[in-house]
């Protein structure tokens, strides 16, 4: 049975309807080129003032503000110009984030831990925008941003006990590794539903204006998870109150297996979405260290002046796996990221760093042991205490504390049932 | 006669129907060109062509709102939301509008979208990975709610449940895709082979909508079960050497109220299990229908074992999870009025 209100029509001479179906251009066996993709070139984009009109500045949103060029100068009105010191951190926190990954992935494949989740190839994202906020500022991340907390020099044994699920673990066993929390930096609680954070990072700044604060706040996002409706949520009540705070979409190209296509990638990129909303829309070489710390600090600059809200893409390519439980081969060429134009942001930063005299290849080497010896030390501390399942656990009694503030009477008479049948 | 697990059971159903029915299509996240990540929909995008089997973006109240809409022109959507989980982003699309179009015009207009998506836990999702949202769904009026516990009921409900003309929430208790699972954690991975309900037609059938079915005859106390439940009960009763008629129920809304019934009546004693929070979880509902049609029958109060009023804690799957041992105390207990 068919229902009453309309039957097919048809109609000579005009074209039978059809569905658009996005389609990525390289499937499993096929050669990556990304010779098609367009990308400005280093230094190409202006810098405007931070009081610029979100209006006059929806080119950029089509373009890709890059400072790093192929030799590993420096180049533009973006550049930073950051320190050698603040460099070689920014490299170190890059490296000890691909290092812990690499570590923890080794450990999820020996039954440590039962899950994991890898940045590689997006460290410069996590570890740039971290350096460029300030303390204090709220950060609202994604699982995929665990450079925010590295580049704050926050515990990597921390870190890994909450991965292990063991009586470190100060989420107490109750979330899946890598959603981290950790309050004194300024980094809020990761939850496992997507893009829930992108609102409440709007919401946050908000109270921060109404209080006459300082403080800005930041919220991530995914190319994919855009498509959800709180993306349009967090624009639109960023835009309305002029929230002080920044709206960073990590646009790695996968979301599991849908490319950034079926996100509506393929029509316009996602800086461009700000227009719509009358904020500015800047788009980034997410790999390229120098440009993510200078367009963090641009829309810092204008959120704490003032002006409202800023909406950042960073262009990269998701290097690893969605997770432990996925397996991209199926999907896309094993090789991809190898012709990802924008190159691996460890890489340009250590060449940036190498052109510009302040580093060498031998002094690379030494931080690589260093950096290895650091992540080892702090996960094999973790690992003693105990992984998932063995060695020091929480109580598991402690999973009925926390629901509410004070335990009411039932949940108090399910711990005694549950203790009386262990 | 094919063995299938309950996943392939259900690519099947999905196979048979988009064969039949040019008005049938799938939709949801991952499962076109990847095959869903529970594999579900592996080879039929490949089959039927990316626009009859689409990959969608990341957005569940886009998927439900789209299926309506597709649903009110006369198509048969048929979209997975990834996990249960994460349903919630579409509730009110479910809850506000596919459960109400036909009421609200009178019966002019409805969608017979069928909403598929993996429940439970017992594979370390966490709280959001975990979750058994049934009785959110039971609780709207004009939803149907489906939960099959094996690959034979898997696609005879899924089929019937594409075919029907009201919005199905169909879930699918993820634990028990690739095989059965009677709450054993420690126990090797069991699989459907050789399981007797792994024998599935080739083709079209139908398991019908609100119909229960018993799953193990008994005569001392009848246990009201669904999903992965039905397997768990079944080694408690084993374990715990009560000879309890487990009931698996298939549909909560409708509920086969007279097969409950009538087993009850029989036993005089009644443990519902569910894996779901208990407060207000379904549990409660089956407790107030078995109090007010078996009452004079009953001997021990009814019994409800569940998953604590807890979010699922990652750490402790198995603490939370509704075990047969619990299950078993409940039988023992049920057996003894004096008990309670």
């Known amino acids: 049975m068919t229902q009453a209100h309309s039957a097919p029509s ?8 059809s569905l658009h179906i996005p389609e990525p251009k390289f499937r499993p066996g096929q050669k990556p080129d990304f010779g098609g993709l367009r990308i400005s070139k280093p230094g190409e984009i202006p810098r405007p003032p931070i009081d610029v009109a979100p209006h006059d500045i929806r080119d950029l949103a089509d373009g890709v503000i890059r400072v790093l060029d192929d030799e590993g100068r420096a180049v533009g009105p973006w550049d930073p110009g950051l320190s050698a010191t603040d460099l070689r951190r920014a490299l170190r926190f890059m490296m000890t984030t691909r290092s812990y990954d690499d570590r923890m992935l080794r450990a999820q494949r020996q039954g440590k831990t039962s899950f994991y989740i890898k940045c590689t190839g997006e460290e410069a994202i996590g570890v740039g925008q971290s350096l460029a906020l300030a303390a204090g500022d709220m950060m609202f991340p994604t699982y995929r941003q665990p450079g925010l907390l590295i580049a704050r020099d926050w515990s990597l044994y921390d870190m890994a006990c909450q991965v292990f699920a063991n009586a470190g673990d100060r989420m107490k066993g109750r979330q899946l590794p890598v959603l981290y929390s950790v309050p004194q930096e300024g980094f809020f609680t990761i939850s496992g539903n997507l893009a829930t954070q992108f609102i ?3 919401g946050w700044a908000m109270a921060s204006a109404y209080k006459g604060d300082h403080r800005i706040a930041a919220g991530w996002i995914g190319d994919g998870a855009t498509a959800e409706g709180d993306f349009h949520y967090a624009l639109t009540f960023a835009a309305v109150y002029r929230a002080p705070v920044i709206l960073n979409v990590v646009n790695n190209q996968w979301a599991i297996s849908t490319f950034q296509g079926f996100a509506g990638g393929e029509n316009a990129t996602f800086a461009a979405r700000a227009i719509g909303y009358g904020l500015p829309g800047l788009r980034v070489d997410g790999n390229d260290i120098l440009a993510v710390v200078a367009v963090t600090r641009w829309a810092a600059e204008r959120a704490r002046a003032n002006l409202g809200a800023t909406v950042i893409e960073l262009v990269t390519y998701r290097a690893a796996a969605h997770s432990t439980s996925d397996d991209p081969t199926r999907y896309r060429p094993a090789d991809e990221w190898e012709h990802w134009p924008l190159g691996d942001p460890i890489v340009r930063t250590k060449q940036h760093l190498i052109a510009r005299g302040d580093w060498t290849e031998a002094r690379q080497v030494q931080l690589a042991a260093e950096v290895e010896d650091e992540v080892q030390g702090a996960v094999k501390k973790a690992e003693t205490l105990g992984v998932l399942g ?3 656990q929480h109580r598991p009694e402690t999973m009925f504390e926390d629901v509410y503030k004070e335990m009411p009477p039932h949940l108090k008479r399910q711990r005694e049932e549950f203790e009386g049948g262990r | 006669m094919t063995a299938m697990t309950l996943a392939q059971a259900l690519n099947s159903a999905m196979d048979v129907m988009l064969a039949r029915d040019d008005n049938v299509l799938l939709m949801g996240e991952d499962i076109g060109y990847f095959g869903g990540v529970f594999r579900c929909t592996e080879g039929l995008q490949k089959k039927y062509g990316p626009g009859r089997v689409l990959d969608t973006p990341l957005s569940e109240g886009g998927i439900v709102g789209a299926a309506i809409g597709m649903g009110v022109y006369g198509l048969r959507p048929v979209v997975e939301i990834q996990f249960a989980d994460y349903s919630y982003p579409a509730f009110d699309q479910l809850a506000s509008e596919a459960a109400r179009l036909r009421y609200r015009s009178a019966g002019e207009f409805w969608a017979p979208l069928t909403v598929r998506t993996p429940y439970g836990g017992g594979i370390f999702g966490g709280q959001t990975h975990s ?7 039971t609780h709207v009026c004009g939803l149907k709610t489906v939960i099959p516990s094996n690959p034979y009921d898997a696609k005879g409900l899924l089929i019937s449940s594409i075919e029907a003309d009201d919005p199905i929430i169909f879930l699918e208790p993820k634990r028990l895709y690739a095989g059965p699972f009677d709450g054993h954690h420690d126990r090797p991975a069991a699989s459907w082979d050789g399981h007797p309900h792994s024998e599935v037609p080739d083709g079209h059938y139908r ?15 009848t246990v009201l079960a669904f999903g992965t439940m039905v397997h768990v009960a079944m080694a408690a009763a084993a374990d715990s050497g009560v000879d309890a008629e487990v009931i698996d129920l298939r549909t909560l809304i409708p509920l ?12 005089g004693r009644c443990v519902i299990v569910h894996e779901a929070t208990l407060t207000c979880g379904y549990g409660a509902e089956l407790a107030a229908l078995v109090q007010q049609h078996c009452f004079f029958h009953l001997e021990a109060p009814i019994g409800r074992v569940a998953g604590w009023d807890t979010p699922y804690p990652y750490a402790f799957e198995w603490d939370y999870f509704p075990g047969p041992k619990r299950i078993g105390a409940a039988l023992v207990k049920a057996m003894d009025a004096k008990a309670w």
Do not use: C, M
Not at chain 2, 131 to 137: D, N
């Open chain 2, 256 to 267: 086969d109220i007279d097969t409950v019934a009538a087993s009850v009546k029989k036993t």
């Open chain 1, 200 to 202: 409440q990072a709007v």
């Open chain 2, 207 to 221: 398991v019908p909508l609100g119909k229960a079915k018993i799953a193990r005859p008994g005569n001392a106390v």
């Open chain 2, 131 to 137: 979750q058994s949202p049934e009785a959110l769904f």
């Open chain 1, 390 to 392: 063995k060695g020091a």
């Open chain 1, 10 to 17: 048809d109609q000579p001479g005009r074209p039978a309807l």
